[in-house]
């Protein structure tokens, strides 16, 4: 199984700022058909996962420009920047290039 | 707009079977995949296996062999099935809509706890 592994385990930031979450893969997420299946999800507390970026770096309908993806291979990271209160929850990457898909353990992203 | 709505009993004996229904709207099962994605209290997010717009089904090697998932297409309808249930497939189940790699849309899960 590919395994993803997320860091940190938790993240302090004020609001207005910048953070980074690092998602990196045990085998590349290149595709046979050229894509990089490499997704990130928003879980708000006491809420059910969201999609916010498919495709490494393709911002799902409705999510805010702040949010960015970027990466390649095994190393994708995801941006946010002007943390607002809504943005707190746990981040998760997930990968859909090989069977069994598989989701990192997840960032805390907590209020300093 | 594209709902989902998961049910199920909520208190499991071990060796039972577990009976999921996830039931969508906003779009149809025969154009859009669902996939079943469970995730125990205070961890992280497992896929457990989808249904595809055809028809065709993948799982996680992990619960393959105790895990079935079909659909009812005229009532919009998603079925899990898991038989020999253990304490450690107590959790929240979800159901999400497929867009290929990932999901786009996800229920808002059930809680399922497995005990004697």
């Known amino acids: 199984d590919v395994v993803m592994t997320q860091t940190p385990v938790s993240l302090s930031v004020s609001l207005g700022g910048q953070v980074s979450i690092s998602c990196r893969s045990s085998?590349?997420?290149?595709?046979?058909?050229?894509?990089?299946?490499l997704s990130w999800y928003l879980q708000k507390p006491g809420q059910s996962p969201q999609l916010l970026i498919y495709?490494?770096?393709n911002r799902f309908s409705g999510i805010s420009d702040r949010f960015s993806g970027s990466g390649s291979g095994t190393d994708f990271t995801l941006k946010i920047s002007r943390v607002e209160p809504d943005d707190l929850g746990v981040y998760y990457c997930?990968?859909?290039?090989?069977?069994?898909?598989?989701f990192g353990g997840g960032t805390k992203l907590e209020l300093k | 707009q594209v709902q989902l709505e998961e049910s199920g009993p909520g208190l499991m004996q071990p060796s039972e079977t577990l009976s999921l229904t996830c039931t969508v709207s906003?779009?149809?099962?025969?154009?859009?995949?669902v996939g079943w994605v469970r995730q125990p209290l205070g961890k992280g997010l497992v896929w457990m296996g989808t249904?595809?717009?055809?028809?065709?089904?993948n799982y996680n090697s992990a619960v393959q062999s105790r895990l079935s998932i079909s659909r009812d297409t005229s009532k919009s309808q998603v079925f899990l099935k898991m038989n020999s249930l253990q304490p450690e497939d107590t959790g929240t189940y979800y159901c999400?809509?497929?867009?290929?790699?990932?999901?786009?849309?996800w229920g808002q899960g059930v809680m399922v706890t497995v005990s004697s």
């Open positions: 999400a809509r497929q867009r290929g790699d990932g999901f786009d849309y």
């Open positions: 906003g779009f149809s099962l025969t154009s859009n995949g």
């Open positions: 249904i595809w717009a055809g028809g065709s089904t």
């Open positions: 085998q590349s997420l290149v595709h046979n058909n050229g894509n990089t299946y």
């Open positions: 495709k490494v770096s």
């Open positions: 997930g990968q859909g290039t090989q069977y069994p898909w598989t």
